[in-house]
């Protein structure tokens, strides 16, 4: 048996209430939440399972081929939609699975199929979600190879390549750098783009591990990209506030101060959830795994991209809150100084009479 599952994700902008998206799904279409089957519910903790989705089957035709789809949809109460095109042949070898790997090197031609399945799972979960907002352009591909043996004779670095080259040693070196196994007959390799999973029972908790990781680090690339056009508009309304008269200015930074507490509060609270999706705990191989992916896909560095801006909407905001009692001080000054001119000028009006 071999397999290949790829996997788009995309964010949606807002978080959802999914156990009342599921009752309004339901009435429709047969839904399910994600479980973890081969490990005990106190080794991986999910906060809130994402809903499970099986939408329509798809044939797609390549240089004379026929690929049989299944098509699913998880969606997450983070605000993301993941969908998943999985060809399964139980009769192919590994040979098989090359040639798919191939042909569909880097999702080669599948673009219009997943824009086809999101455009319908717009049109299913939009009437149920206010302010539903969708950019198709961005996303987080990614692709499983799965096969029911470690098979000596192929070469795993081609599938996760997705091309067949030459490769030195160094580069083979790097590719596969990241492989870990349970058993002698099972075997992981996870690079950024791609996995290769082999061994006798088909490993679902891993391929749901791995699409939990892609989900985390997706939703870091997304508030990263959210946090850099806020801190664009907030330099914009800074230096449009510099321009302003003393009373408009500060008026102005006060808004400005508003608008970065009301993003950092809404971002800080979702990096947390994104933070706390899963956890995995007991499981020591499931852990590794988990923690191989996250650092395959390099979470840390998004991670630490998204914490220096936040630090710096935390340092600006002590800045304008500075220059705000700053110019709030000097008004006061300038209050006291006419005060008590007005009362040094009634002080002589009534001597003069």
Request: charge should be negative.
């Amino acid at each position: 048996m071999i397999a290949v599952r790829f996997y788009r994700i995309y964010d949606i902008g807002k978080e959802l209430d999914l156990t009342w998206l599921e009752r309004e799904l339901a009435q429709r279409f047969v839904t399910t939440r994600t479980r973890f089957q081969r490990v005990q519910p106190k080794s991986i903790a999910i906060e809130e399972p994402p809903l499970l989705i099986r939408l329509d089957p798809l044939r797609i035709e390549r240089d004379g081929k026929s690929f049989d789809f299944q098509v699913f949809a998880r969606i997450y109460d983070i605000g993301v939609i993941s969908l998943c095109l999985v060809c399964e042949k139980a009769e192919a070898d590994y040979q098989v699975l090359e040639e798919t790997a191939i042909l569909f090197s880097e999702q080669k031609g599948l673009t219009e199929y997943f824009l086809r399945y999101l455009n319908h799972l717009t049109e299913l979960v939009k009437p149920h979600i206010r302010n539903f907002a969708i950019e198709p352009e961005f996303y987080e591909d990614y692709t499983i190879y799965l096969s029911d043996k470690k098979d000596e004779s192929f070469d795993p670095v081609l599938l996760l390549i997705g091309e067949r080259v030459s490769l030195s040693a160094q580069m083979r070196e790097e590719i596969t750098r990241n492989s870990l196994s349970y058993t002698t007959a099972d075997l992981a390799i996870l690079s950024w783009d791609s996995a290769l999973l082999c061994g006798p029972e088909t490993p679902t908790d891993l391929i749901d591990l791995i699409e939990y990781s892609n989900v985390q680090v997706f939703e870091l690339r997304y508030y990263d990209r959210e946090l850099t056009h806020q801190m664009e508009k907030m330099y914009d309304d800074i230096e449009h506030a510099e321009r302003m008269w003393r009373l408009g200015r500060v008026r102005r930074y006060k808004a400005i101060m508003t608008d970065l507490m009301a993003t950092y509060a809404e971002i800080s609270e979702v990096i947390e959830k994104v933070d706390n999706l899963i956890k995995v705990t007991e499981d020591v191989y499931y852990a590794r795994v988990y923690a191989t992916a996250l650092k395959v896909l390099r979470s840390r560095q998004w991670s630490e991209s998204v914490s220096r801006k936040i630090e710096v909407f935390q340092e600006n905001y002590s800045m304008l809150s500075a220059e705000v009692r700053i110019q709030h001080s000097n008004f006061l000054e300038w209050v006291v100084i006419v005060l008590i001119a007005l009362e040094f000028g009634f002080f002589i009006w009534e001597s003069l009479h």
